[in-house]
């Protein structure tokens, strides 16, 4: 019989201890450079969103035009040089501006507002014409999770003889989307012309006013919506990557990896064609929060499960379904053209899609590559970073309660 010495165990004991701690500060040191890079962007601040901007040209010779847009990033020039408020060194007074009731945010507005209507422009046949603000409807505070979108309307008297109209959105004001309806009350017709997403202080392409309305060839159709739906992913949807990252982290094998991905894409493009075609709808204060939650949920199964497995999958296309809702949200705000609402679905799709394979190769990259047969990446990358990206879910998750 062997006589296992003392000293034999506590120097082995120690070996033992010191390996555990140092997987302990590896966790810890990942899990907080997981945090450094998120908890910056994770906090109150509202994502920059572009102006969207509808402009009515009557047959009776009136036009009306309605702009969807943050009155607090106006006032406290918070344009698309930002992806965030947080970004912005007025980020404190956007956050006050953005408690403010409904009526005091207005005085604040009507201090602002002619300075407004002289930066923009609205010009029939290249001639300029006056702009005068009839209305401004901004909402209670409300849920702060999104930004506050308020609507300014313009009216005034419309060139009847005009073959063509353009608009002009400053970029101090930030990106803009402007799309033209021309309405023929008398003859029943109208019809809303393509929408054209403007940047860099570009002014839109003249809109023809000779017809009911002027069709976009299709490959402009799919352009615009293949870039919004790629950039609604990168850089823009931080909560998105975070969960197509962790489902790179619990597995990287190809097939088990195409296959949660591949229920993900099944599931978001079910309920954002629903949601689009007016089917089903959720608000924002469920939706957002639960979008968090799953992210919580899907770092936590990293750490608790080593394959994937059946339920996995379940899970994935459930979460796929809130995602999809949370893609909606923003396509509805871009809106959606009454004669290539297909197109233009499919179109968005595809660029979600081509964002998060570039999420996943950019990944594999970064740690796969090198690291994914080593016996320390579970226990040195997947747990940590799972671990990372379900605090965040559940900081998120916190955060985004409507109470």
Same mark, same amino acid.
């Given at each position: ?9 506590? /120097? ?34 509202? /994502?920059? !969103?572009?102006?969207? +901007? ?113 608009? $002009? ?33 570009? !002014? ?20 615009? $919506?293949? +870039? ?30 195409? @296959? ?5 894409? +099944? ?84 660029? +979600? ?20 047969? !080593?016996? @320390? ?17 559940? $900081? ?8």
């Amino acid at each position: 019989m062997r006589v296992v010495k003392p000293r034999f165990l506590i /120097v082995s004991g120690l070996s033992e201890a010191i390996k555990i701690m140092s997987q302990l500060k590896n966790l810890l040191l990942i899990t907080v450079l997981f945090l450094s890079i998120f908890l910056p962007v994770i906090s109150t601040a509202d /994502v920059v !969103r572009p102006a969207l +901007v509808e402009i009515s040209i009557n047959a009776n010779g009136t036009y009306r035009i309605e702009i969807r847009t943050s009155i607090e990033a106006l006032l406290t020039g918070i344009n698309a040089n930002y992806k965030s408020t947080r970004d912005s060194p007025m980020a404190q007074a956007y956050d006050n501006l953005r408690e403010l009731q409904a009526d005091e945010l207005d005085k604040k507005w009507q201090t602002f507002r002619q300075y407004f209507i002289e930066q923009i422009e609205l010009r029939f046949d290249g001639r300029q014409v006056p702009l005068v603000v009839t209305d401004t409807k901004i909402p209670e505070p409300g849920y702060t999770g999104v930004p506050r979108i308020s609507v300014i309307t313009l009216e005034g008297a419309a060139n009847r003889s005009a073959q063509t109209v353009d608009w $002009y959105y400053p970029i101090a004001f930030g990106d803009n989307a402007v799309r033209v309806r021309q309405v023929d009350e008398v003859r029943e017709k109208w019809h809303w012309s393509e929408w054209q997403w403007l940047r860099k202080d570009q !002014r839109s392409e003249p809109f023809s006013l000779a017809e009911v309305f002027t069709k976009r060839p299709l490959i402009g159709t799919v352009r615009i $919506y293949l +870039v919004s739906g790629f950039e609604h992913i990168l850089p823009g949807g931080l909560d998105h990557i975070l969960f197509i990252l962790g489902i790179f982290l619990l597995c990287m094998r190809l097939k088990p990896l195409l @296959w949660q991905v591949t229920m993900f894409t +099944v599931a978001h493009t079910v309920t954002l064609g629903l949601t689009m075609a007016g089917y089903i709808q959720l608000p924002a204060y469920i939706v957002e929060p639960l979008i968090a939650l799953s992210i919580t949920w899907i770092g936590i199964e990293n750490i608790w499960h080593r394959n994937l497995h059946t339920s996995r999958l379940l899970l994935v296309f459930a979460f796929g379904l809130l995602h999809g809702m949370g893609f909606a949200d923003a396509l509805r705000e871009f809106g959606m053209p009454d004669d290539a609402f297909l197109t233009a679905l499919i179109s968005f799709n595809v660029g +979600v899609e081509l964002g998060q394979l570039a999420i996943i190769l950019m990944a594999f990259l970064a740690v796969g590559l090198c690291c994914r047969h !080593r016996q @320390w990446y579970r226990p040195v990358v997947v747990i940590p970073g799972s671990a990372a990206i379900a605090l965040v879910g559940f $900081y998120w998750t916190l955060e985004r309660l409507p109470f």
